[in-house]
């Protein structure tokens, strides 16, 4: 497996993290933490993480874990052994946080919770992350990301009136509550150096929270004037025009056009002068009022043109618009490659593109060291070499079926 130089310091040098999530929400919190230069040790059963196997395997691996795993140290553990539970526990007195993603409950049953670890280690940062969080009447529940972006309000704003709720194919919930975990750990990290040294905290992060956090206006707009935002398509409700717009090529283009000046530059690109001086679409309120009207119009306009074309147009106007892009139109365009958002490591020699993870840092980027690694390849230098256990010692735990 290639390794990418280091040269460069990251910010998050010198922490050291407890992975013992599985699956998505965790595991994409300790990737954030990895690439900005945390020490990741990630706990797996002795079968190693089911994302392994998930989606397409190539040379015996997954290549989403090959993303997924990046720069993490990966070692193997049976928290269902006493013995294993006991090394993990060794493991939480050396880091600074801990991030986990079992039901509320399971590692307090193993006596691996924050209670049980705060006496020996003060300072440990406990980055809990679950369906419902730790407390409250659904707690005990599974909470997987798609029926938590169902409770949590994704979907119900998400697909075409009348129809089904639609889901991206992508696995939002987990990605969102992951991102709010690596978010709140710095938070704690911040607040650890700055006000309460070797003192830690929880951070309890819900999946149906995470989604529930990005609902903008809906809460105040249900409150103060009783309005539910309902599904709208490929629009916005009440921000006139944005929408995406079929072209003569069968393409598809989004437009937004709703700022007033933007408004009119788009209405003149599109020949209707008439549209664009109309005082009654003046402001975004006048708009909202004659959206079919507006709609309609763009749509009639953008028909007659190949996508490509509609496009030159509206950039030459400075109106926002732009393409929808698959993976292969990512992977070639010069705008994404100009901005570094795709980096190459090897797996047995072959060469597997990976997305860069942002933000961009001017001082001190973050990096991929290395690619997700094979099941248990750090066991020797973490348990030998951090926790100090002889390689007898490592044979007969490995002989017992402890890792």
């Keep these: 497996m290639s390794v990418a130089p280091t040269a460069a310091p990251r910010p998050l040098d010198g922490i050291r993290v407890l992975e013992l999530g599985q699956l998505l929400a965790g595991p994409f919190a300790g990737t954030l933490l990895a690439y900005f230069g945390a020490e990741v040790i990630k706990v797996e059963p002795p079968g190693g993480d089911p994302i392994r196997q998930w989606r397409i395997v190539r040379d015996g691996a997954s290549l989403w874990w090959r993303s997924l795993g990046r720069n993490k140290k990966c070692v193997t553990l049976n928290l269902r052994d006493p013995a294993g539970r006991a090394l993990a526990r060794r493991l939480a007195e050396r880091c600074d946080v801990l991030i986990e993603n079992f039901r509320p409950g399971i590692l307090e049953g193993w006596g691996l919770g924050p209670d049980d670890l705060k006496p020996v280690n003060?300072?440990?940062?406990?980055?809990?992350?679950?369906?419902?969080?730790?407390?409250?009447?659904?707690?005990?529940?599974?909470?997987?990301?798609?029926?938590?972006?169902?409770?949590?309000?994704?979907?119900?704003?998400?697909?075409?009136?009348?129809?089904?709720?639609?889901?991206?194919?992508?696995?939002?919930?987990?990605?969102?509550?992951?991102?709010?975990?690596?978010?709140?750990?710095?938070?704690?990290?911040?607040?650890?150096?700055?006000?309460?040294?070797?003192?830690?905290?929880?951070?309890?992060?819900?999946?149906?929270?995470?989604?529930?956090?990005?609902?903008?206006?809906?809460?105040?707009?249900?409150?103060?004037?009783?309005?539910?935002?309902?599904?709208?398509?490929?629009?916005?409700?009440?921000?006139?025009?944005?929408?995406?717009?079929?072209?003569?090529?069968?393409?598809?283009?989004?437009?937004?056009?709703?700022?007033?000046?933007?408004?009119?530059?788009?209405?003149?690109?599109?020949?209707?002068?008439?549209?664009?001086?109309?005082?009654?679409?003046?402001?975004?309120?006048?708009?909202?009022?004659?959206?079919?009207?507006?709609?309609?119009?763009?749509?009639?306009?953008?028909?007659?043109?190949?996508?490509?074309?509609?496009?030159?147009?509206?950039?030459?106007?400075?109106?926002?618009?732009?393409?929808?892009?698959?993976?292969?139109?990512?992977?070639?365009?010069?705008?994404?490659?100009?901005?570094?958002?795709?980096?190459?490591?090897?797996?047995?020699?072959?060469?597997?593109?990976?997305?860069?993870?942002i933000p961009k840092l001017a001082e001190t980027p973050g990096a991929t060291s290395w690619p997700g690694p094979e099941i248990g390849s750090h066991n020797m230098e973490v348990f030998g070499g951090l926790l100090g256990l002889s390689a007898a010692e490592l044979a007969t735990l490995k002989g017992q079926g402890v890792f």
């Design 122 to 357: 003060p300072g440990l940062i406990f980055a809990r992350i679950s369906g419902y969080g730790q407390d409250g009447p659904y707690a005990a529940r599974p909470g997987y990301a798609s029926v938590c972006e169902g409770i949590g309000g994704l979907r119900y704003v998400n697909g075409v009136p009348g129809e089904p709720p639609v889901r991206p194919n992508l696995s939002l919930g987990d990605t969102f509550a992951g991102l709010h975990a690596a978010f709140g750990v710095l938070l704690a990290l911040l607040n650890r150096q700055r006000r309460a040294p070797h003192t830690g905290q929880t951070v309890d992060v819900a999946l149906y929270e995470s989604v529930f956090n990005l609902l903008e206006a809906v809460v105040p707009e249900y409150d103060g004037a009783g309005a539910i935002r309902e599904p709208s398509g490929s629009t916005v409700t009440g921000i006139v025009p944005t929408g995406t717009y079929r072209c003569r090529d069968g393409k598809y283009v989004i437009i937004g056009g709703n700022g007033d000046s933007i408004y009119k530059r788009l209405m003149h690109a599109a020949g209707r002068a008439d549209l664009a001086e109309d005082p009654r679409l003046a402001g975004n309120a006048g708009r909202v009022d004659h959206q079919q009207e507006i709609d309609t119009a763009i749509t009639a306009w953008t028909a007659t043109l190949d996508s490509r074309e509609a496009l030159t147009r509206l950039e030459a106007a400075e109106v926002p618009a732009g393409p929808i892009y698959n993976v292969a139109d990512m992977v070639t365009d010069p705008h994404f490659l100009a901005r570094g958002l795709f980096e190459t490591v090897e797996i047995d020699g072959k060469p597997l593109k990976i997305p860069a993870i």
